[in-house]
């Protein structure tokens, strides 16, 4: 969502204009005045749902966590967000494609197959380059 709208009231109160309204005079956006425009932040969920399933994890991984503590006590869910960082520090070299194994073992979702697994996610896509020029990059050498 956009957070334009203390902006707006400054504006208002500050400057008699009469409709403020995002395009200038000429029919094109004041960047000055509210900001630069990206049509990501103007985009609405399509659907209610659409916000439930993008934190579905999130959610799960919270109620989780919740629920060991309840029946364990403190110490097992603090003992098991320690192991979750540790393992989402072993990595693979920076010019190879990481699994992540051990955080799916240690989430116990391992078994699983999904989308990723067959078709690969976009984002996720290897991309082969200079292994030296990528290692020293990644170390913060170049």
Same mark, same amino acid.
Do not use: W
């Given at each position: 969502?956009?957070?334009? #709208? *203390?902006?707006?009231?400054?504006?208002? @109160?500050?400057?008699?204009?009469? *409709?403020?309204?995002?395009? *200038?005079?000429?029919?094109?956006?004041?960047? %000055?005045?509210?900001?630069?425009? +990206?049509?990501?932040?103007?985009?609405?969920?399509?659907?209610?749902?659409? !916000?439930?399933?993008?934190?579905?994890? !999130?959610?799960?991984?919270?109620?989780?966590?919740?629920?060991? #503590?309840?029946?364990? &006590?403190?110490?097992?869910? %603090?003992?098991?967000?320690? $192991?979750?960082?540790?393992? #989402?520090?072993?990595?693979?070299?920076?010019?190879?494609? +990481?699994?992540?194994?051990?955080?799916?073992?240690?989430? *116990?979702?391992?078994?699983?197959? &999904?989308?990723? @697994?067959?078709?690969?996610?976009?984002?996720?896509? $290897?991309?082969? &380059? $200079?292994?030296?020029?990528?290692?020293?990059?990644?170390?913060?050498? %170049?």
């Amino acid at each position: 969502m956009r957070n334009s #709208r *203390g902006v707006r009231s400054q504006l208002k @109160d500050s400057v008699p204009v009469a *409709g403020l309204c995002p395009q *200038g005079a000429y029919g094109l956006q004041d960047s %000055l005045r509210s900001g630069f425009s +990206s049509v990501k932040n103007e985009l609405l969920p399509s659907h209610p749902l659409e !916000l439930s399933e993008k934190n579905f994890q !999130l959610n799960q991984d919270k109620m989780n966590l919740s629920t060991l #503590r309840n029946i364990q &006590g403190l110490h097992a869910p %603090l003992k098991l967000q320690m $192991e979750y960082r540790a393992a #989402r520090q072993i990595q693979r070299l920076p010019f190879l494609q +990481s699994s992540n194994l051990a955080l799916d073992t240690l989430k *116990g979702s391992d078994d699983l197959i &999904g989308f990723e @697994d067959i078709l690969n996610d976009p984002a996720q896509s $290897e991309m082969m &380059g $200079e292994p030296h020029m990528m290692t020293e990059y990644k170390l913060g050498l %170049l």
